[in-house]
T-cell receptor, first 113, second 111 residues
Framework: SQTIHQWPATLVQPVGSPLSLECTVE??????LYWYRQAAGRGLQLLFY??????ISSEVPQNLSASRPQDRQFILSSKKLLLSDSGFYLC????????????FGPGTRLTVT | KQEVTQIPAALSVPEGENLVLNCSFT??????LQWFRQDPGKGLTSLLL?????REQTSGRLNASLDKSSGRSTLYIAASQPGDSATYLC??????????FGAGTILRVKS
């Protein structure tokens, strides 16, 4: 069966510090991968998605970037965090078909102080 | 631009009641619609997936319907239990394999 992992589970970082969040998927190959952010009092916002290694699409201009160095690994990064980057970050995967179901990881709670 | 709206924003019901959560979307060009459950501080759990060609899906006490032409979906929960308390999210899958989410309905089932 497929499993999706995220780490760390929680993170407290000062403004201006770098960020690296990691997501890995097991039990499937060539998944579509997604990063979402859920800010307090707001819905889920799609940040990045990837259909293959090195292929990243950005949905909103922001202080963040994403990379996919391996087929089942998706990384969210920032060089300098802002207070507005605080939120709950969720990674998800789906099969290659347009009608496929999306499955979410446990999330990372990021607090920028 | 696709927009998804969920009504009500919050709902509190006594245990045992049947209830309906509503989801509407502005553009009928969708691949599918997915209902999720989110417990506080947790990730999303997929409950039901309805393909654009389908009218409904059932899983246990849950039944979801889809009327693509009118841009509406409902999630019906039968015989609600305190363990059903959570936030329920509706999302439509659009071109580019992207999900567009509603803001969710916070459900509380009182024992």
């Amino acid at each position: 069966s497929q499993t999706i992992h995220q780490w760390p589970a929680t993170l407290v970082q000062p403004v201006g510090s770098p960020l690296s969040l990691e997501c890995t998927v097991e039990g499937t190959s060539n998944p579509n991968l997604y990063w979402y952010r859920q800010a307090a009092g707001r819905g889920l916002q799609l940040l990045f998605y990837s259909v293959g290694i090195g292929q990243i699409s950005s949905e909103v201009p922001q202080n963040l970037s994403a990379s996919r160095p391996q087929d089942r690994q998706f990384i969210l990064s920032s060089k300098k965090l802002l207070l507005s980057d605080s939120g709950f970050y969720l990674c998800a995967w789906s099969g290659g078909l347009a009608g496929g179901e999306q499955y979410f990881g446990p999330g990372t709670r990021l607090t920028v102080t | 631009k696709q927009e998804v709206t969920q009504i009500p924003a919050a709902l509190s019901v006594p245990e045992g009641e049947n209830l309906v959560l509503n989801c509407s979307f502005t553009d009928s060009a969708i691949y599918n619609l997915q209902w999720f459950r989110q417990d506080p501080g947790k990730g999303l759990t997929s409950l039901l997936l309805i393909q654009s060609s389908q009218r409904e899906q059932t899983s246990g006490r849950l039944n979801a319907s889809l009327d693509k032409s009118s841009g509406r979906s409902t999630l019906y929960i039968a015989a609600s239990q305190p363990g059903d308390s959570a936030t329920y999210l509706c999302a439509v899958r659009v071109y580019g394999n992207k999900l567009v989410f509603g803001a969710g309905t916070i459900l509380r089932v009182k024992s």
